[in-house]
């Protein structure tokens, strides 16, 4: 298996996801992107890598494991900022995540 398509999903993930929780991460910005860019590059490599070749990737396992990393990311930046709430970070994990899984899909489109 080529690896070129694991970090090229990891680069497109990272470019969108850190800069939206970033951006709605205020006033703790820096320290939520940082949370950001570490647990999205675990469940990215993690999802591109074991997931979907354990599971295989159809429709059902995309959501499946997309709604895992929504979880899982939302936790990391709860514990990293707890006075954010479980909610406000689901809300962001789940907006950061499927921005970046719409450009994900599209980028293979436009190029």
Known sequence: MSLWPVAQALLITL???VPVIAWLGAPHRRRLAMTCAGITSVTNVAMN?????????TIST????EGAAVV??????L???PT???MRC???SAVANGLSLVVGLAVPLIG
């Not at 995309?62 to 494991?65: D, E, G, K």
């Not at 899982?72 to 930046?77: D, H, L, M, S, V």
């Open 49 to 57: 890598l074991w997931w979907f070749d354990q599971v295989g990737a």
């Open 15 to 17: 470019a969108v996801e």
């Open 90 to 92: 689901l809300r962001d």
């Open 84 to 86: 954010r709430g479980p």
């Open 79 to 81: 514990i990293a900022v």
């Open 72 to 77: 899982i990311e939302a936790g990391a930046y």
């Open 62 to 65: 995309l959501a499946a494991a």
